[in-house]
């Protein structure tokens, strides 16, 4: 399917006049179209909720988008949690699926009153310990190792990750937890990453929905939840088929009704934790091209680098590149587009076929709306851009300035550094 950016170059054009490149770029309306498919896709399970996984884009502009169409927060660290109670997303909306967990976090989340997704059987302990009880609800994120894979030949690699309880520790789990005096229970696993097929959540689902009929019937946990995680993903690459969240929905529905209603279970709830699906598409990071270079290979050096987007660096990840103004223009020039980074690996682009490119160009980058400026960093002192929010009416919205060298030296406590520079703080 052709990638077309939701901006034009006359729209940046505009943007830019306030608010100077690089930026990461938010569609509404996008958004808020997906969140509503979500929730439809889903509304035959009463009890169903997304939590959206607060780490891909913590935002809290977007978030509460989200949260108008029934979403809670899926956390994983402390100021998660503290951007959420923020929010006012407390209680039963928020989902703590954390993993080497600090103590006092469980804590926090408890505070909270967050149902806390243990990836651990010791923490069964630690949690105990840490609160004094356990709390009435609790979720055991489940880890069955192996490879799981799926008709299309996707796969991914359970049992190398770090994640989670093995099968008989979830069944051991749930004994020590009710013995404790848990009352609901629930599960959770998170199996394969990222999965560009419909067949996903359904086959994750009927394996997990089987597992809880066994563990309800032989531990007499109270089962109200079953919590299928993130990993839908998105198609980065323009010959990929977007997932159809309506026929993942149905599949879902499907293999509730064979497996968890003959066995009575069928006032169990649907959870999941999605970011990229949620938000991936609908971010998109607006860079100029400011160098060209011609050496052994050709090069685009633009204003943005991996501090802004990192994926690329980090796992060869392909994010399509747009040049704005040029979308029907032939692709007859072969580049790398690159940041300024002290990185030779600080590259959006390699041998990647475009229209020529001009200084002053825009690219678009697409689909950095999950896991784009969330990832960011600040190596070599880069400093990370600002996140812009296009509404629906058309205006744009900062939703999060760019950082500053003040923001960038803040943390030197009694070094009164500003004292030092002679030309100023810009
Ligand atoms: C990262 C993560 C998610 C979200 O994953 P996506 O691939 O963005 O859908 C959900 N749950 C947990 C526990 C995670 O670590």
């Given at each position: 399917m052709?990638?077309?950016?939701f901006?034009t170059?006359?729209?940046?054009?505009?943007?830019?006049?306030?608010?100077?490149?690089?930026?990461?770029?938010?569609?509404?309306?996008?958004?808020?179209?997906?969140?509503?498919?979500?929730?439809?896709a889903?509304?035959?399970?009463?009890?169903?909720?997304?939590?959206?996984?607060?780490?891909?884009?913590?935002?809290?502009?977007?978030?509460?988008?989200?949260?108008?169409?029934?979403?809670?927060?899926?956390?994983?660290?402390?100021?998660?949690l503290m951007?959420s109670?923020?929010?006012?997303?407390?209680?039963?909306?928020?989902?703590?699926?954390?993993?080497?967990?600090?103590?006092?976090?469980?804590?926090?989340?408890?505070?909270?009153?967050?149902?806390?997704?243990?990836?651990?059987?010791?923490?069964?302990?630690?949690?105990?310990?840490?609160?004094?009880?356990?709390p009435?609800?609790m979720?055991?994120?489940?880890n069955?190792g192996?490879v799981?894979?799926?008709s299309?030949?996707?796969?991914?690699?359970?049992?190398?990750?770090?994640y989670?309880?093995t099968?008989q520790?979830?069944?051991?789990?749930?004994?020590?937890?009710?013995?404790?005096?848990?009352k609901?229970?629930?599960?959770?696993?998170?199996?394969?990453?990222?999965?560009?097929?419909?067949?996903?959540?359904?086959?994750?689902?009927?394996?997990?929905?089987?597992?809880?009929?066994?563990?309800?019937?032989?531990?007499?946990?109270?089962?109200?939840?079953?919590?299928?995680?993130?990993?839908?993903?998105?198609?980065?690459?323009p010959?990929?088929?977007?997932?159809?969240?309506y026929?993942?929905?149905?599949?879902?529905?499907?293999?509730?009704?064979?497996?968890l209603?003959?066995a009575?279970m069928?006032?169990?709830?649907?959870?999941?934790?999605?970011g990229r699906f949620?938000?991936?598409?609908?971010?998109?990071?607006?860079?100029?091209?400011?160098?060209?270079?011609?050496?052994?290979?050709?090069?685009?050096?633009?204003?943005?680098?991996?501090?802004d987007?990192?994926?690329?660096?980090?796992?060869?990840?392909?994010?399509?590149i747009?040049?704005?103004?040029?979308?029907?223009?032939?692709?007859?020039?072969k580049y790398?587009?690159?940041?300024?980074?002290?990185e030779n690996?600080?590259?959006?682009?390699?041998?990647?076929?475009?229209?020529?490119?001009?200084?002053?160009?825009?690219?678009?980058?697409?689909?950095t709306?999950?896991h784009?400026?969330?990832?960011g960093?600040?190596?070599?002192g880069?400093?990370?851009?600002?996140e812009?929010?296009?509404?629906?009416?058309?205006?744009?919205?900062?939703?999060?300035?760019?950082?500053?060298?003040?923001?960038?030296?803040?943390?030197?406590?009694?070094?009164d550094?500003?004292?030092?520079?002679r030309?100023?703080?810009?």
């Amino acid at each position: 399917m052709k990638k077309i950016p939701f901006v034009t170059k006359e729209k940046v054009q505009d943007i830019v006049k306030e608010y100077p490149t690089p930026f990461h770029l938010y569609d509404e309306k996008g958004i808020r179209e997906n969140a509503k498919a979500v929730k439809e896709a889903f509304a035959w399970n009463p009890g169903f909720r997304e939590y959206f996984a607060v780490k891909a884009t913590p935002n809290p502009y977007l978030i509460k988008i989200l949260h108008e169409y029934g979403c809670g927060c899926d956390c994983s660290s402390l100021t998660e949690l503290m951007l959420s109670e923020a929010m006012g997303i407390a209680g039963e909306e928020i989902m703590f699926s954390s993993n080497d967990t600090p103590a006092q976090e469980y804590w926090y989340a408890a505070k909270l009153g967050a149902i806390i997704n243990l990836d651990d059987i010791t923490h069964i302990e630690l949690v105990e310990k840490t609160l004094g009880t356990l709390p009435e609800t609790m979720s055991c994120r489940y880890n069955p190792g192996g490879v799981f894979q799926m008709s299309n030949g996707i796969m991914d690699n359970p049992g190398d990750s770090k994640y989670g309880f093995t099968t008989q520790q979830m069944f051991e789990g749930f004994r020590i937890l009710k013995e404790k005096g848990v009352k609901r229970f629930g599960i959770h696993a998170f199996l394969a990453s990222n999965t560009v097929s419909n067949e996903y959540y359904p086959v994750l689902a009927k394996e997990l929905f089987e597992l809880a009929v066994k563990l309800e019937k032989e531990t007499g946990a109270d089962i109200k939840f079953i919590n299928l995680s993130g990993g839908v993903g998105i198609p980065y690459t323009p010959d990929q088929e977007p997932n159809d969240i309506y026929m993942i929905g149905e599949g879902v529905r499907k293999v509730y009704e064979e497996v968890l209603m003959p066995a009575g279970m069928g006032d169990v709830a649907i959870y999941t934790e999605m970011g990229r699906f949620m938000m991936g598409p609908y971010g998109q990071l607006v860079t100029r091209a400011i160098h060209e270079k011609h050496t052994h290979k050709e090069y685009i050096g633009v204003d943005a680098c991996a501090v802004d987007l990192m994926r690329p660096a980090m796992y060869g990840a392909y994010h399509h590149i747009t040049v704005l103004g040029k979308e029907e223009a032939v692709c007859g020039h072969k580049y790398d587009v690159v940041g300024s980074l002290c990185e030779n690996n600080d590259k959006f682009a390699v041998d990647r076929m475009l229209p020529e490119i001009e200084k002053g160009d825009y690219l678009v980058i697409h689909d950095t709306g999950a896991h784009g400026y969330a990832m960011g960093y600040n190596y070599n002192g880069k400093l990370k851009s600002a996140e812009l929010l296009l509404k629906e009416d058309g205006e744009v919205q900062l939703i999060r300035r760019a950082e500053t060298p003040e923001d960038y030296f803040a943390t030197f406590d009694g070094l009164d550094i500003y004292s030092k520079f002679r030309f100023g703080r810009r």
